[in-house]
């Protein structure tokens, strides 16, 4: 299986002249084969599996049975949809709102050089390292109205008597602020990392014109950093649409449905109820939802027409 | 990634202070105002109160619930109920951490050692040869399958554990650690490729034909060149690969059930059942979960970080 590099070097691309010297041999697709056939094994074909798992029944045991679109025309009938998308789409915005500024501003901050700076980074990326189920139950423990800190952050939320978990809507927003603190040090070392690419001399020209520190944010480092900002809006709005595990472990969905929110109706369908091919159909709806959002936010603020933004500099 | 970026310090805006870099080196012939004022001044216009005001409270916000977590894990839990959340340890002690460690959290650490251990070397072993075919193979499908993977990068994993689930039980995995291991391979896979083949795209050329001169094939190729040089891209993906594992939750919580086969994230779940009245005992838990990323960051947080931010960094 081993490919000659004269094959690939029939007609010399551009830059690529180097290769007709030589008679080395290159890497055959053998070498890549085991990589992307267990890829389309474990992500791929799962994909298109839950497409056809959303036109059975299945309970989890057995064969899945042929439902037609029974699942789908259910769809329409169930009660709970309607609110879980509605709340999806309140965290997700939310989560939206604290995180992006929040991890910017902190990712610029924290892209300066210093000692401090760089000391108080290392503890801020610390939430990163927390696996879910460690912070859900960390926070599960601080949000007890009876022994951990409701009391505290109660006021917060609007609960000074500091029942939040019990409370539907301080429940939902709780759940907001746990996966942003949750998932801010990731979009703030984006941020970090983006802000240190700036170049230099256009803060140089800017205090040549006298230029202040505010505006020198909005002037450059905001447009600079256009970018980053759509990726990551892109991470946390598809991130939090298909996000439930920290919120299965604090609330599981409660109280009542008031955190059940549509990739959580998902599982709780599916691995609890066991219905896993109606669980399928929500699956594929979200999955469909995500790419659309990412897509369209893409499409809205122009990412594919800025892409050349800093180029020759 | 993000290691190779070079530091090149910046002129933050409203956020940032105005500590330039290298501003004590060199002296700063850009400034408008003539840099004769006090030095109170000075500091003033290096540094941001406002900023350092937000980072200040930003580090209230992140450390106290990591304090939370320490210090309760340290105390009895009659102090924990008595002296409120808060209190300092003033009598610290271990016996949360004996008990927990007398009971099933060995095992749940065993386990999860085990699945991050062999999800590394799997990772590394299916990436890397495919990197490298990539970065220097001429096959069409070598590009189409590369397409994939980067199409792939965007299946959330939540959407499809209900035909991951059924693949698994037909394989008879169910519950099993090899079960856990086969989906969370299959979802660090694209990054691991994504971050490999940008660090072998940074081998010249030459050296390759300078091997096969040498009358060396692919496979030598790969032990002598791409082993050696493509370490840094390893160690990210390693790290990557090691911290993701270590906290899976959603694929143990899927495709296992048994206490035996149960990895730390599911342990944690179970003994906050357990330990419902026993807040201390189960802060000990989750600090001995988070210890060994935590010592891992404490040694070598820049690869930490690259790892963690790994594909998506640039």
Known sequence: MKVRAAQGAGPARAGRTRDRSSVHQRPGVIWALPAFAYFLVFAVVPLILVVGLSFTHWSGLGTPRWAGAANWSRLTEDATLGSSIKLSLILTTVAWLVQTPLSLLLGVWAAAPGRGRAVLSA??????????????????????????LAELIGPLLGASDGNILGDPDRALAAMALVVSWQFIPFHMLLYQAATR????????????????????????????LRHTIVSSSVLIVVGSLTYFETILLITEGGPGTATRVLPLHMYITGFQAFEMGYASALAVLLVVAGTALSIGIVRMTGYWRMDSSREGM | ????????????????????????????????????GTSLRRLLRRTNPLAALGALAWLVVVGMPLYYLVTVSLRTRADYLTAGPLAPPTSPTLDNYRMVLTGEFGRYFVNTA???????????????PAAYAIVRGRHPLIRIGFSMMLLGLAIPSQAVIVPIYLLITRMHMYDSLAGIILPTVAFLLPVAVLVLTSTLREIPGELYEALAIDGGGPMEALRTLVLPLSRPGLITVAVYVAVNAWNGFLFPLVLTQSQDQRVLTMGLWSLQGQYT?????????????????????????????SGLTAGFGK
């Open chain 1, 123 to 148: 503890v801020f990326f610390v939430p990163l390292l927390m696996s879910n189920a460690a912070v859900a139950l960390l926070w599960q423990s601080l949000l007890d109205p009876n022994f951990g």
């Open chain 1, 197 to 224: 690419q700036i170049p230099q001399s256009l803060y140089e020209a800017a205090a040549i014109d006298g230029a202040g520190r505010v505006r020198q944010f909005f002037a450059i480092t905001l447009p600079q």
């Open chain 2, 1 to 36: 990634m993000t290691t190779r970026q070079q530091i090149r310090g910046t002129r933050t805006g409203s956020t940032g202070a105005h500590a330039r870099p290298g501003a004590h080196e060199r002296p700063e012939p850009d400034r408008i105002v003539p840099p004769s």
């Open chain 2, 114 to 128: 085990i699945v991050t251990v062999v999800s590394i070397v799997a990772v590394l072993a299916l990436a890397l």
């Open chain 2, 277 to 305: 009245s026993n807040v201390p005992a189960l802060m000990a838990a989750m600090t001995l979960s988070v210890l060994p990323v935590l010592l891992f960051y404490a040694i070598g947080r820049r690869r930490l970080v």
